[in-house]
């Protein structure tokens, strides 16, 4: 018999006595500092275990039937979610997981108990027995292990969430048997090699399902652009894995060499590489300023296709002394050059100058009164399509200097 308290008990003080403070920690030897991570991490587990536990509870008291008397509700909580949340300081994902961890251990639990004690009871007619043994979740070997310490909350909600539910083609004896061959291999993955695994075991069990579950991860796609009080834009987005996969590779390319990436034989990509390792951007900066870079291509590549034919453009109005004054372009800020092409000088007064390209600044007329920019166009003209640049020029319309991404380049 398991005595979990004393587990509990020996796992905090193994750990208190790593020590109490980060030069504590950096005293350890290697060997010491390894065996101190397995005895945090098996802590870890069975404290974990218990806020499931608590989690379960809570949301049992807060069921939706029980209304305003609920526990929650009478905290001033819309869910149990939410009163965890408030308690631990944690994000909304992981009070998810640990209700729904602590309810499927408080189920499987129940279930068991109810086989003991009819097992236990004399007189106990086999069919009796059999139809409690019946009643046992499939998941009950999960609440096993995660109880014991031996499976982590994070893992056994992988396994609960890649599985999945029992449906008309997948029974729960097919679940049980992949739970088996699955438990046997998750002490040597973490919970994201768990899920993949679990969700390749359902896949094998229910192949009539693969196609409906990869339509819904592509219907589940958006991508929400907005304008922040501050005037910055922030994206949020969500890809289907294939999509997801590409966006990842574009991103995880251009980094490459600040991650330790392939080492270049080429003469021209490896100064490019050490370009990049020498950037005084960070990886998301970079991550940023590739993004609005390719978007600036596509549109030149083929704005018809993309955008109806009319390349997206940013105007800015500056007065006659700002332009005059304007400082240099500053390492690590994106510049004119290689931008939408340049403004024309201000005409008189409440004219319109010779045509701007998109993105560059028009200085004001003589009377004081900013200049309008002119339509986009070719230069000097106008009212006319714009026309691409050559790469590396500036004055053009925004074509991508032989700099790296968002990198500044030089005027010439």
Do not use: C
Request: net charge neutral; aromatic share 4%; glycine share 12%.
């Amino acid at each position: 018999m398991m005595n979990l308290a004393e587990d509990l008990r020996q796992a905090a003080e193994a750990v208190a006595l790593l020590g109490s403070s980060s030069a504590d920690y950096e005293a350890l030897p290697d060997a010491a500092l390894l065996a101190g991570q397995g005895q945090i991490a098996s802590a870890r587990r069975l404290l974990d275990t218990r806020a499931a536990w608590m989690a379960g509870t809570i949301a049992r008291r807060s069921r939706p039937e029980l209304g305003h008397s609920g526990l929650a509700a009478r905290q001033g909580f819309l869910s149990p979610e939410a009163l965890i949340q408030k308690w631990t300081g944690s994000s909304k994902g992981d009070a998810y997981k640990l209700v729904a961890v602590g309810t499927m251990l408080a189920d499987a639990e129940a279930a068991e108990k109810l086989v003991e004690a009819a097992v236990s009871s004399p007189g106990t007619d086999a069919a009796v027995v059999a139809a409690f043994v019946a009643k046992v979740p499939w998941q009950a070997p999960i609440a096993r292990a995660v109880t014991a310490g031996t499976l982590s909350v994070d893992a056994a909600e992988s396994i609960r969430a890649g599985l999945g539910q029992i449906d008309a083609a997948v029974t729960a004896e097919k679940l049980a048997a992949a739970l088996e061959a699955l438990l046997v291999e998750v002490s040597s993955l973490n919970a994201d090699q768990v899920f993949k695994r679990a969700r390749r075991m359902r896949d094998s069990l229910d192949e009539a399902g693969i196609a409906a579950r990869e339509k819904q991860a592509y219907d589940d796609r958006y991508l929400r652009v907005y304008r922040l009080n501050n005037g910055n834009v922030r994206l949020n987005g969500l890809f289907s894995p294939e999509d997801g996969e590409f966006v990842l590779s574009t991103f995880d390319s251009i980094t490459g060499p600040r991650r330790g990436g392939v080492r270049f034989v080429d003469t021209e990509r490896a100064a490019w590489a050490k370009k990049m390792q020498d950037d005084p951007r960070s990886n998301e900066q970079i991550a940023a300023d590739s993004l609005v870079q390719l978007l600036k291509i596509a549109g030149e590549a083929d704005p018809g296709r993309m955008f109806g034919g009319r390349r997206p453009s940013v105007r800015v109005i500056m007065t006659q002394k700002a332009f005059t004054n304007r400082q240099p372009d500053q390492p690590g800020q994106p510049n004119q050059a290689g931008q939408a092409g340049q403004a024309g000088p201000a005409g008189p007064a409440g004219q319109t100058g010779p045509a701007g390209q998109a993105g560059q600044a028009v200085p004001a007329g003589p009377a004081g009164q900013p200049g309008r920019a002119g339509q986009p166009g070719r230069a000097g003209q106008p009212g006319q399509p714009g026309r691409a640049g050559q790469a590396g020029q500036s004055g053009e319309a925004g074509q991508v200097s032989d700099h790296g991404p968002g990198e500044p380049a030089t005027h010439g």
